[in-house]
């Protein structure tokens, strides 16, 4: 392909990209019924997320280098051949462990599809103006995609079933791999580094280690062994993966550029708009299918007012950004989305769906400013000829934030839940309020309610539903203080020099 066609380059990996956002997000509506079809628990549930996530945060950055080194191209075939592959064995999936596996190897290829088209983009498009514009359209293509997620995946679910969000990807990827054969020119770094078996290993092992310890906590106790041993560990494999970087010449990540606090601050501010922000777009359908008894179809439908004014918002973005430093882009987005996670931790204890969707729609508002945003600050911090490597840590960041928050949200919702069920419930069921809760934060309140007699459903299910909802609320509020704290932090780092390139 000839540098006279960059607007197909562009296009092609947006929506490569997209069918990455698409399928991430478009999970989230489909978790409680594939809690009643599989028999899951809530911790069954989470690993469909985690295995997905774990496998794409841990490989982003071997995955960068794979594509500088071997070529965008032709990472971008082979990760859409694992992904269809991956697809088809999720549909087909008779167990929630299957189905976790299945996942687990469908990350593995969108990791390479990412960060390859990421690369491709970040490689065709150098003029400054002319890059602006190009991450203002792969931020308006990942508004759409987010967009149309939760409604597409609950018309799927409610008209076809949950298998056919994984199966519709057969059609969908074959499509995409023609284009990119006809529309990515092939580019590399000449110099990139050498594959880093064991600085990969450490990564991976770090994330497994720390998703395991908080997805397993609350069944074990946070005060088992076990609990502290995985934590413990999570936190000494990224000590080792810090140091086996600091000894490569040419390394997966350069550490170098943590010297300098503006790439540090747009670094932390993917990760708290992944953490406060994105993770809502699977959070919150669990509140509209538990908490007010959404059908998966409504479920998705309830997330428009999210979803349209994070469509909306990069628009305004781009026009704001050319009078208001990068800085104060961010903060101001971060402090939409703290404000509307408080927002939505009053109106889930208030009742009902409107004043729902109005705070919903503030936080949407600041993921909007900030989805383009934060891609575009990080790139501008690395070389061009390392776009491969600035994508792999950028889309580290995001993913990692979202598994971390997932875990750390999971494990507040479940504990939470479970904590105010007992203190509701009647005593001579206690022995019971851990499977209670389990299942009803999954989705599952028909499996929750036949651990208790069928004479005291009626008692317990308001109880069960209601110690959700608080659950529930007990999360947004810790979500909302996160994303205030960092638009303080973020802000504050992001007002440094942009660092220079030798």
């Known amino acids: 392909m000839s540098r006279s066609s960059p607007r197909l380059t562009l296009v092609t990996a947006s929506a490569v990209c997209s069918l990455i956002v698409l399928d991430t997000n478009i999970v989230a509506v489909t978790l409680p019924s594939i809690a009643r079809d599989l028999g899951a628990n ?25 594509s500088d080194r071997f070529g965008r191209k032709k990472t971008l075939v082979w990760g859409l051949g694992i992904f269809i592959f991956a697809s088809l ?39 400054e103006i002319e890059r602006a514009k190009a991450w203002a359209f792969w931020g308006a293509c990942m508004g759409v995609a987010m967009t149309a997620a939760p409604t597409l995946g609950g018309l799927i679910t409610e008209y076809l079933g949950w298998r056919w969000i ?20 092939e580019s ?31 069944r074990i106790g946070w005060d088992s062994p076990l609990t502290y041993a995985r934590l413990l560990g999570g936190g000494l494999l990224m000590g080792v993966f810090v140091l086996v970087e600091h000894l ?33 777009m699977t959070l919150l359908p669990f509140y509209l299918q538990n908490g007010l008894g959404f059908s998966a179809i409504a479920s998705g439908l309830g997330m428009l007012p999210f979803a349209l004014t994070m469509l909306i918002c990069p628009r305004v973005g781009v026009r704001l950004a050319a009078r208001f430093t990068p800085a104060t882009m961010m903060a101001s987005g971060l402090t939409l989305v703290g ?15 409107l004043p729902f969707a109005l705070a919903i729609a503030v936080t949407g508002a600041g993921a909007g400013l900030l989805n383009g945003d934060t891609q575009k600050n990080i790139m501008a911090c690395v070389p061009r000829d390392r776009a491969g490597m600035a994508s792999g840590m950028s889309t580290t960041m995001r993913f990692s934030a979202i598994m971390l928050a997932i875990g750390v949200y999971g494990a507040l919702l479940s504990s939470h839940s479970e904590q105010l069920l007992s203190t509701s419930i009647d005593p001579q069921w206690l022995a019971q309020v851990a499977g209670i809760a389990s299942r009803v934060v999954a989705g599952d309140m028909p499996a929750a309610l036949d651990l208790v007699p069928e004479a005291a459903r009626v008692t317990v299910q308001p109880l069960a539903r209601q110690a959700f909802v608080g659950g529930f609320s007990g999360v ?18 992001m007002r440094k020099p942009v660092p220079t390139h030798s």
């Not at 590399?188 to 906590?217: H, V």
């Open 339 to 353: 404000c509307g996670n408080l927002l939505s931790a009053w109106a889930v204890q208030a009742g009902g769906y």
């Open 476 to 493: 947004l509020w810790v979500a909302g203080l996160l994303g205030l704290l960092g638009a303080l932090v973020v802000g504050s780092l």
């Open 89 to 127: 064995g999720c549909g087909a999936a008779s167990t929630a462990l299957w189905l976790d596996i299945a996942r687990a190897v469908k990350g593995v290829g969108a990791a390479l599809l990412l960060t390859s088209a990421l690369a491709s983009i970040g490689h065709t498009f150098h003029d």
């Open 166 to 185: 994984f199966y519709l990807n057969l059609p969908v990827g074959l499509g995409l791999m023609v284009l990119v054969l006809r529309a990515i020119p």
């Open 188 to 218: 590399r770094d000449t110099q990139s580094a050498r594959l880093d078996p064991w600085g990969s290993l450490a990564f991976s092992g770090s994330l497994l280690c720390l998703i395991w310890g908080l997805i397993e906590a609350n």
């Open 248 to 280: 490569q010449q040419r390394p997966m990540v350069d550490l170098q550029l943590f010297r300098h606090p503006r790439f540090i601050g747009a670094l932390l501010g993917m990760f708290a708009y992944a953490g406060c922000a994105q993770v809502m």
């Open 42 to 66: 809530f911790a069954d549930i989470e690993w469909v997320v985690s295995a997905y996530m774990l496998t794409f945060a841990a490989l982003l950055l071997p995955a960068g280098s794979i």
